[in-house]
């Protein structure tokens, strides 16, 4: 029956007006993707591509973007959760703080990165006598750059998610013996899994593009720090063509991990939560 | 071995203190309006409202019991709950969902769920063990819920409007079979219920909550039979009449005279049934032994072969007469009626 209201909600004509501006936006997409496609020297692609430099900093991108995302979902999802469960005195400035990087150019980011843990920073300089943790200009210090301005991508969408869900269903679970641990492991996740996705991808898109907060901070160096976005930058001036294929191959591995994930999530979405 | 909880919530506008008690084998119908504080007092039992003060106590065991700083959280009560939309776990199987329980205590997987299976074919729904409750109807949802309440195996099961989300269709088909299901739990049941149907089907006992407040309790032909506020009248479907008798009439507030049989006197309450009452458009002859009420006729309900009337007045009361009688009289809305009743048709209890 739901599903026969919904077919029907789809079939419906949409509004003209809606759909030329919608178009206009998708075509304000898809242009400068097509300009880097023309201006693209094809014949010599493959050989930019398999420069040393370019498929280091490829692997380095896909290898530091991968770990800030597991450390926006280890620090991230706890944190959605306080923000959207434990209510406390000056949660919403704990919020803008979390959030703050979102909206600050990266370059600044990573200043004030390097003014925390860089090596005579407030913090990092004991990190360095105590530990000999030294972060600026390290590959770490890459993941912490890409961390700092990715995980508020997720900590927003997860804590939206887990103030919609419906509750109750986690007392449930506790009624039925589940300490709060267990319920949030085997209710609360899953309850809000497409959420999670969400999160994980944009916060991932965004570590993936990161390249303010990384070169003030981590630096730009080949093999430790030249994140994909960082050689792309710096081939704009040496070497314009090499800097469009790597582009266009950045944008195709977003592209795909996008389109894959939406096929095999977001499907979903639209599942009720409880059974009725 | 019973339930007492004795109850006392404040949370918004609500002010609940509402003493429960019920005994083995039992089950309590917590029978009230909307708003009453009934799904409340359901989740203090169950640990998901902390009390501000009373107890809760099963058998010999505080659960919850402020000024001794006692809580038992909710998943180390021995209480099971159903809960008004079933709230089963989308992302798990049917199985996973009744195993739940076990598994949260620490069961073995596979021990869970030969346990989980055998609690699904009591209720009927073994086949439908590895579909998701999406799949489910609302009344085998249903029995999911009770399922996985019961799998835990407690000494308490507490069931919040377990019928309310059902379409009127299957209603009295999921009434029947829980009916069944709930006889099989040796254990205390509390119901929470706004339908008087409900409690009727599966209640040993009701108690009557108002505003926060147990208003009465007993059976329910016993309640039936002396309704102490306008609630329950109105559930039962009689007149209610509060007053004060002096020398075998009763005052009411708004100054209206209700001769009756003998009562003592005091505050009392009176119950009018309304196919008790005559219904004319001139004053009766022989008044002598009977009421006479003037009033104005604000609505008419065809029910079948009889009509309700209600009529303002004095006295305000709702009539029932054959519908052979309105034609006769032809009474529309807004006409003056004389309204009669015999003193011993009259039932009078202090208040």
Redesign the interface.
Known sequence: MISGVMSRRTTARPPVVVLVLAAIAVTFFALPLLGLVWRAPWSNAWEYLTEDDALTALRLSLWCSAWSTVASFVFGVPLAWTLARVPFRGNGVVRALCTLSMVLPPVVGGVALFFALGRRGLVGQWLDDWFGIRLPFTTAGVVVAQTFVAMPFLVITVEAALRQM?R??E??????????W?TFR??TL??I?PALVAGGVLAWARALGECGATITFAGNFPGTTQTMPLAVYLSLETNPEAAIVLALVMIAISFAVLVGLRDRWFGRQS?????? | MTLHADIAVQLGTLDLRAELHVADGELLALLGPNGAGKSTAL?AV???QPLHDGVVQVDDRVLDQPCAGTFV?????P???V?Q????????TVLENVA??LR??KVSRADARHRALEWLERVGLADTAHD???A?S?GQ?QRVALA??LA?DPRVLLLDEPLA?LDVGTRAMVRRDLRRHLASFAGMRLLVTHDPVDAYALADRVAILEQGRIVQTGTLAEVAAHPRSRYVADLVGVNLVTGNVVDGVLHTDRGAHVVIADAPAGPSFAVIRPHSLAVTRDLPAGVSSRNVWRGVITDIDRLGERARLGIDGALPLTAEITLAALDALALRPGDEVHVAAKATDIEVYPA
Do not use: K
Not at chain 1, 171 to 180: I, N, V
Not at chain 2, 85 to 92: K, P, V
């Open positions: 419906d109750r269903v007392d449930a679970a506790r009624t039925l013996g589940a300490s709060s267990y085997r209710v899953p309850a899994r599942r009720p939560e409880l059974s009725a | 989740r169950a640990g998901l959280p909710p998943e180390q009560r209480v099971g709950v809960f939309d079933h709230l089963l776990f989308a992302n798990m739940f329980g949260a205590r998701r409750p999406a489910l609302g949802a996985r309440a835990i989300a």
